[in-house]
């Protein structure tokens, strides 16, 4: 049976599946060593507490699922320096099989609704220059550039831009 996103689920996880989660996160940084601002060195690295410590209240995680086969993953995040009306989009990732089906629409629409929930009034999230199909896909959610560029903290070579979403709640 092909991926299509009228065969997945996209759950939010807790603690007690921090192995979905790390399966999911671990095979993201694999595939797309250059699309987050962690590296799999580290995730690697990571106990099952600190696993089961990102998925708790303040980092809400979904992940997409067909048969129970995690296909993609996203995370919505508060950083203490952003205002309390907005908050980022994070970890976006999706596998290569389920690109293009709808799951990557599938995941962000579940990650948005969340925010309107928290009150965020504007979304943003950062997408490298090099990853083109994303920076498309963002575009035609209706994501725009702000006009920020950063680079990755563990390599100044990948640059970024930061977009942004304004929700109308």
Request: zero cysteines; hydrophobic letters at 45%; charged letters at 20%.
């Given at each position: 049976?092909?991926?299509?996103?009228?065969?997945?689920?996209?759950?939010?996880?807790?603690?007690?599946?921090?192995?979905?989660?790390?399966?999911?996160?671990i095979?993201?940084?694999?595939?797309?060593?250059?699309?987050?601002?962690?590296?799999?060195?580290?995730?690697?690295?990571?106990?099952?507490?600190?696993?089961?410590?990102?998925?708790?209240?303040?980092?809400?995680?979904w992940?997409?699922?067909?048969?129970?086969?995690?296909?993609?993953?996203v995370?919505?995040?508060?950083?203490?320096?952003?205002?309390?009306?907005?908050?980022?989009?994070?970890?976006?990732?999706?596998?290569?099989?389920?690109?293009?089906?709808?799951?990557?629409?599938?995941?962000?629409?579940?990650?948005?609704?969340?925010?309107?929930?928290?009150?965020?009034?504007?979304?943003?999230?950062?997408?490298?220059?090099?990853?083109?199909?994303?920076?498309?896909?963002?575009?035609?959610?209706g994501?725009?550039?702000?006009?920020?560029?950063?680079?990755?903290?563990?390599d100044?070579?990948?640059?970024?831009?930061?977009?942004a979403?304004?929700?109308?709640?």
């Amino acid at each position: 049976m092909p991926t299509g996103a009228a065969h997945v689920s996209v759950v939010r996880v807790g603690p007690d599946q921090w192995r979905v989660y790390r399966d999911v996160r671990i095979a993201s940084l694999i595939d797309s060593p250059r699309a987050f601002w962690s590296t799999y060195a580290e995730a690697s690295d990571r106990t099952q507490e600190q696993w089961r410590g990102r998925l708790g209240p303040d980092f809400p995680t979904w992940v997409a699922l067909e048969d129970g086969r995690p296909l993609g993953t996203v995370a919505l995040w508060h950083a203490p320096h952003q205002a309390r009306a907005e908050g980022l989009l994070v970890g976006m990732w999706v596998a290569s099989v389920a690109r293009g089906t709808g799951v990557a629409d599938a995941l962000v629409q579940g990650a948005l609704e969340q925010a309107r929930v928290l009150g965020w009034r504007r979304v943003l999230l950062d997408v490298a220059h090099e990853n083109h199909r994303a920076a498309t896909f963002y575009r035609r959610l209706g994501f725009s550039p702000t006009g920020e560029v950063g680079e990755m903290p563990w390599d100044p070579s990948v640059t970024e831009e930061t977009l942004a979403l304004d929700l109308h709640t």
